[in-house]
């Protein structure tokens, strides 16, 4: 049987030829999934301020990362994981839901259109003109914008930033004790991450869940509340699944629209990235610097997208964390099986993830804010055509809360920033035609 399961594996995915075996892609799959096992418990938190049901989004996280992983490992045969997209869920909650008002049915039936046109951009040769209409410096903004974003929400669900009549924001309460557990959280998640520790976040999220157990906060109770069960059987997602609003872009085509536009762009720009990026930490790039399997990885990203959308969930994704498992010796799609087996295991386990505190995720957020902004070290800082466009994009995304609107002004400040240097030739046709769809966006926004 041993043997049997053995030459399953090497056929299936080609263990011998990526020096690897069975047991490592295991041990990596177990490393990856405790790195981004913490979006069991974020983004419930984050899709629940959007009005949908906590515990179906539990279950449906799970359900999507495994559906994703799964699609990842069997199309491409690459360690990389896929969950529902940190970013891109803040987005959906916060940006479109809270502040443009849409009803997350709406919201979902964004994300499914987003996938379908990201399926059909990565089949087709439109995938290296639309990435050729959005300069690198746009890219890094964009990148950098909703890392920033994501910081600052992270920083506000812990009150280490309150609004102030005055100065719009200013420091909470820093001796409560819901903003020390936070800022102790924080420090030692910081502290982990710089030692390389591959469990940081989620360690992280559970020492602090534990310690709020012992710590009551400002309303006299424990910031962490003792559950029920430890085991249950998985919520029901019959609130989300199938609840999309599918006629909504055809009665609103001019809210929907720039809502699908920015899904897609975050989407097909993070996948790019992550994949490459973990393409050259696995070793994978051949000899020319190309990612093998690059259209089908995309491929995959958009599927798990569309099958997210309709069990209710935001865009998913590929996982930076994925580098985890690839240190850990990670090659092949097994390792993403293991996540995707991983997640469907937590399920069971799903009351102690409904128990973990504000204080617990929001030093997550406020971290993988930070790591999705190290992508400003690709900026040419001596370029102020690269540096304008990005810095007024990035402040613009994380200002105004607004990603549309900082988009649509990197792409007009990159467009009058190459022109003032007299380099118009440098500017593409694609880049033309976004340069014009955004001046108008602004104009009737």
Request: include cysteine; charge should be neutral.
């Amino acid at each position: 049987m041993k043997k049997l399961a053995s030459n399953f594996f090497e056929r299936t995915f080609k263990l011998k030829s990526r020096s690897t075996t069975v047991s490592t892609e295991i041990l990596a799959g177990f490393t990856t999934f405790a790195a981004m096992s913490y979006i069991m418990a974020v983004n419930p938190a984050i899709l629940g301020l959007a009005g949908m049901d906590k515990p179906a989004v539990v279950t449906v996280t799970a359900l999507a990362a495994a559906f994703g992983c799964f699609a990842m490992a069997l199309l491409t045969n690459l360690p990389i994981a896929l969950a529902p997209a940190m970013g891109t869920n803040t987005y959906f909650a916060i940006i479109v839901c809270v502040g443009m008002g849409l009803d997350w049915r709406q919201a979902l039936a964004a994300t499914f259109y987003n996938g379908i046109f990201f399926l059909i951009i990565s089949v087709t040769g439109l995938r290296e003109k639309l990435i050729l209409g959005v300069p690198k410096p746009l890219q890094i903004g964009l990148q950098c914008g909703i890392g920033l974003f994501i910081a600052f929400f992270g920083l506000q669900s812990a009150k280490i930033i309150v609004s102030d009549e005055n100065t719009l924001v200013t420091a909470g309460h820093l001796a409560s004790p819901e903003a020390a557990l936070a800022l102790a959280g924080l420090a030692v998640m910081a502290a982990l991450i710089c030692r390389k520790f591959a469990g940081a976040i989620i360690c992280t999220i559970i020492a602090v869940t534990v310690a709020g157990f012992a710590i009551k906060g400002s309303d006299g109770e424990s910031i962490s509340q003792i559950p029920s069960a430890i085991f249950a059987i998985p919520h029901g997602i019959s609130e989300t699944f199938m609840q999309l609003d599918w006629g909504f872009p055809f009665r609103d085509f001019s809210k929907a629209m720039p809502v699908i536009i920015i899904l897609l762009m975050l989407d097909m720009f993070d996948t790019l990235a992550t994949v490459i990026a973990m393409g050259r930490a696995s070793g994978l790039m051949d000899s020319k610097g190309r990612m093998p399997k690059l259209g089908m990885a995309l491929t995959a990203d958009a599927i798990a997208t569309i099958g997210g959308a309709l069990l209710g969930t935001s865009t998913t994704g590929s996982y930076v964390e994925s580098a985890a498992g690839i240190k850990s010796g990670g090659r092949t799609g097994l390792t993403a099986i293991t996540v995707g087996v991983l997640f469907l295991l937590a399920l069971f386990f799903s009351p102690l993830v409904e128990i973990i505190p504000p204080e617990a995720t929001a030093p997550a957020l406020v971290m993988v804010g930070i790591m999705m902004m190290q992508g400003m070290r690709e900026l040419n800082f001596d370029d102020m055509t690269e540096i304008i466009p990005a810095i007024f994009s990035m402040l613009m995304i994380a200002l105004s809360f607004k990603i549309a609107e900082g988009f649509a002004f990197g792409i007009v400040a990159y467009v009058l920033a190459v022109l003032a240097a007299g380099r118009a030739r440098e500017i593409k046709t694609p880049t033309w035609v976004l340069f014009a769809a955004m001046c108008a966006f602004l104009a009737y926004s």
